[in-house]
């Protein structure tokens, strides 16, 4: 009697192997084309779920394929270990501050060095060819000196900027974040109507609709279209706001909806983009009210109430003085903190000093090395042309956070002037290191200060293509992995405007080459609730539940049904169907039958 497949004794046998002869070694003398893989780096604040797997199994089938029909395969895998989600993730499970810089950049490194550990672990579970020789982490000095390298060269070129300028800040993660990291929902809400009093009418207002009442106190002008004659010969009054105890002016612009509301609307710095406009355009003043912890300053009445509690406190004092009208019923768009799920925060527009890389001027380019690469599918290359030519931001990269590569600059507090750093110097801390001048070269003072913010994890991973080709470290390794080889990237669609754009953008404008000959994109896995699957979800499942009882290769072959390009279902009867051996083609249909139904 045959004895029963025991997949865990196969999968020791052949890891033993493969590690022993060196399989999955890379050898660049070895000859033939090269053909490299930038793989994505996994961000490190937990470990894998099946949406890696489904990803890095077919990273895995590409590279065995390439090297079956006789490639010299560079296959390397990082890891992506700054960011918001480890600094969160140390808060929540250590117990530790980020007010205490130190002791908590300690503990974001051991945090990040124990999930690599067991990110490595469940790789080589999954039968994974990397080569672990050429893996790298963004949180190493020499990926560090790349990245802050990379930043040196921005600035030179001018591309890199410090700016005050009004941007997508989260007030619950306390930091700014890039548009790309935002997006839109769909909810029920209120839309306020209150009558604001013409000055010097004799009991003669306008009323106006909002679903901020809150702003009010921010309110610099009230604006009509030119071509509603409702409001025409107001065009030039001034109105009081009721809780402000100010005037402002009635302005026209074409840029107002004359359907909705009453068609007249308050510009309040800053409630949404087309109020940033106007600010500009029609030369108004600024009026900061909410603090960067989502709380009323100096400027309001209602000075340290949460921006919900002031909302409604606002509405009831109005309504007391009589000037709501009424209050309707209003499905509206609430731009929200989405690239992480467990935030959802909405998002506010605060005027903040940050650092921009200039983006908006070179998307024709982004757009023109997309359409150099062949696109598998090629139905997804129309998310990167999308969000190219709609794009009016330029990139914020820097984060009011700790755990991240440091930005290698020093600005004068007297008048703002920039210092950078010197390259031999890199890498550097500016808040720990001294400027490598002491006098302001501008004005002369000598008050310098170190920035203390850190960097966007995407200014990190949009060289990946270079850490791993060695630039600027072995010339000869660098032409041959990245300006010679074949390279290929993998990733999933919904970073197409995050990861690819970036990479496409710096990696071009750092070496005049386009950094990729081919990309395979991936779609997202759902989890047993049918949302993505995602850690902050909680409806993950990860590897290490599934491989015990099915083993690896029932894992691959679920991975290998899926599309390019397409969503994907987890499900355990799937799973448990590549477990069966053997098992019929019917079967499997048959199974597949009864899923979609």
């Not at 930043?151 to 800040?169: A, D, I």
């Not at 009509?224 to 809780?243: F, Q, T, W």
């Not at 899926?562 to 987890?570: A, M, V």
Request: charged share 30%.
């Amino acid at each position: 009697m045959k004895r029963r497949f025991k997949h865990s004794e196969v999968e020791e046998k052949w890891n033993t192997y493969w590690k022993e002869e060196g399989i999955n070694k890379f050898n660049i003398d070895k000859g033939g084309k090269i053909f490299s893989i930038d793989t994505p780096p996994p961000f490190v604040s937990g470990t894998l779920h099946l949406g890696h797997v489904l990803n890095h199994s077919w990273i895995d089938f590409v590279a065995r394929y390439h090297k079956m029909t006789g490639d010299n395969v560079y296959f390397p895998q990082g890891f992506d270990c700054h960011g918001l989600p480890v600094e969160l993730a140390v808060e929540d499970n250590m117990g530790v501050s980020k007010d205490d810089r130190e002791e908590f950049l300690k503990k974001c490194t051991e945090w990040v060095d124990d999930n690599i550990k067991a990110m490595k672990k469940q790789f080589d579970d999954l039968g994974y060819s990397t080569d672990w020789d050429y893996s790298y982490r963004t949180m190493d000095e020499d990926y560090k000196f790349k990245v802050q390298k990379s930043l040196l060269f921005f600035y030179e070129n001018g591309w890199l900027y410090r700016e005050k300028f009004p941007t997508h800040f989260c007030v619950k993660c306390e930091t700014s974040v890039a548009k790309a990291e935002v997006g839109y929902t769909e909810e029920e809400g209120n839309l306020w109507y209150f009558k604001l009093p013409i000055v010097g009418g004799e009991k003669e207002h306008i009323t106006i609709a909002t679903t901020r009442p809150e702003y009010m106190e921010a309110c610099v002008g009230v604006f009509v279209h030119p071509n509603d004659d409702r409001y025409y010969h107001l065009s030039a009054a001034e109105v009081k706001l009721p809780i402000a105890d100010r005037k402002v002016r009635i302005r026209v612009d074409k840029e107002v909806d004359m359907n909705f509301g009453t068609g007249v609307v308050y510009c309040c710095t800053y409630g949404d983009e087309l109020d940033i406009r106007w600010k500009l355009k029609h030369d108004l003043d600024e009026i900061q009210l909410f603090t960067k912890d989502g709380h009323m300053n100096q400027n309001s009445k209602y000075q340290g109430m949460t921006i919900e509690e002031a909302r409604k406190q606002i509405v009831k004092d109005l309504d007391d003085l009589g000037y709501l009208e009424k209050v309707e019923d209003y499905e509206h768009s609430i731009i929200r903190h989405t690239e992480r799920s467990s935030c959802r925060q909405p998002i506010e527009y605060l005027p903040v000093y940050q650092w921009f890389i200039n983006v908006k001027d070179f998307t024709d380019d982004i757009i023109q090395s997309g359409e150099a690469m062949k696109w598998y599918p090629e139905k997804h290359k129309q998310r990167l042309v999308d969000w190219a030519k709609g794009l009016d931001w330029n990139w914020v990269i820097s984060r009011q956070r700790v755990f991240g590569t440091p930005i290698p600059f020093w600005y004068c507090e007297e008048c703002g002037e920039i210092i950078p750093a010197k390259e031999e110097d890199l890498p550097l801390d500016p808040v720990k290191e001294a400027p490598p001048i002491e006098r302001c070269p501008n004005c002369g003072s000598t008050e310098l200060e170190g920035e203390k913010d850190v960097c966007d994890c995407w200014i990190d991973s949009s060289i990946t293509p270079l850490a791993i080709s060695k630039w600027l470290e072995d010339e000869a390794f660098f032409k041959k992995t990245y300006v010679d080889a074949q390279v290929h990237r993998p990733q999933g669609y919904e970073i197409i405007r995050t990861w690819l754009f970036y990479t496409l953008f710096r990696c071009k404008k750092l070496t005049g080459e386009d950094p990729f000959d081919e990309i395979m994109i991936n779609g997202m896995v759902a989890g047993p609730d049918n949302r993505k699957m995602s850690k902050s979800y909680g409806n993950v499942v990860s590897p290490d539940e599934v491989l015990p009882s099915f083993g690896a290769d029932a894992i691959r072959q679920w991975a290998a049904m899926g599309s390019l390009g397409d969503d994907y279902p987890f499900e355990y009867t799937w799973i448990n169907i590549h477990n069966k051996q053997p098992v019929s083609d019917d079967k499997i249909l048959k199974e597949q039958k009864s899923l979609s139904e």
